[in-house]
């Protein structure tokens, strides 16, 4: 069974650019939460969707955006982007949703904004 | 409270020696207790998780316990290995905000 994919995995942007990051779940995964990985703030959660739907939201500010098409797929946008971007971004797919179920993550895409 | 805390932040064990991570957690309504291991270059695996109806849980080398009323947790890797040394992260689901929060995470480092 294929793992959860992430594209791309590199990706240099500039101040003020937007982005789009793309995740495909494993196979008969609904659900696709975002987390932002630095080492000053480690792991923290964006948000989580549901069968296309946003089921929760993290502490970020609207500057990150997402959305989760019927092939549960799902991708994540970050508009006006800032130094404080730069990170590894993780999504990690479940059966059932988050938190409380298995989550498995993604390799990450890694963003550093110059 | 959203906090998760996790000791050490580093830990050098000498190979086959024992090795256990220690995490605190301040949601008291919090059921769901995942380990991740994460290696260079790669994103979080899963390696053990752990539920607010059971006291301790183990797979091969390793056990996860669980305290609810002391509200810590904790990773216990027996017989370590080469291949052990990796971040390891503890995580609680906080029920009220619905997310996963992670400790900051403990470098290990297996010594042959």
Not at chain 1, 6 to 21: A, C, D, E, N, S
Not at chain 1, 26 to 51: A, C, D, K, M, N
Not at chain 2, 78 to 105: H, M, N, R, W
Request: a positive charge; charged letters at 20%.
């Amino acid at each position: 069974k294929a793992g959860v994919t992430q594209t791309p995995r590199y990706l240099i942007k500039t101040r003020g650019q937007q982005v789009t990051l793309s995740c495909s779940p494993i196979s008969g995964h609904r659900s696709v939460s975002w987390y932002q990985q630095t080492p000053g703030q480690g792991l923290q959660f964006l948000f989580e969707y549901f069968s296309e739907t946003q089921r929760n939201k993290g502490n970020f500010p609207g500057r990150f955006s997402g959305r989760q098409f019927s092939n549960s797929r799902s991708e994540m946008n970050v508009s006006t982007l800032e130094l404080g971007d730069s990170a590894l971004y993780l999504c990690a797919s479940s059966i059932q949703g988050a938190p409380d179920n298995e989550q498995f993550f993604g390799p990450g895409t890694r963003l550093t904004v110059l | 409270g959203e906090n998760v805390e996790q000791h050490p932040s580093t830990l050098s064990v000498q190979e086959g020696d024992s090795a256990v991570i220690k995490c605190t957690y301040s949601d008291s309504a919090s059921n769901y207790f995942p380990w991740y291991k994460q290696e260079l270059g790669k994103g979080p695996q899963l390696i053990i998780d752990i539920r607010s109806n059971v006291g301790e849980k183990k797979d091969q080398r390793i056990a996860v316990t669980l305290n609810k009323t002391a509200k810590h947790f904790s990773l216990h890797i027996t017989e370590t290995q080469p291949e052990d040394s990796a971040v390891y992260f503890c995580a609680a689901a906080i029920q009220g905000a619905q997310k996963l929060v992670f400790g900051q995470g403990t470098r290990l480092t297996i010594n042959p």
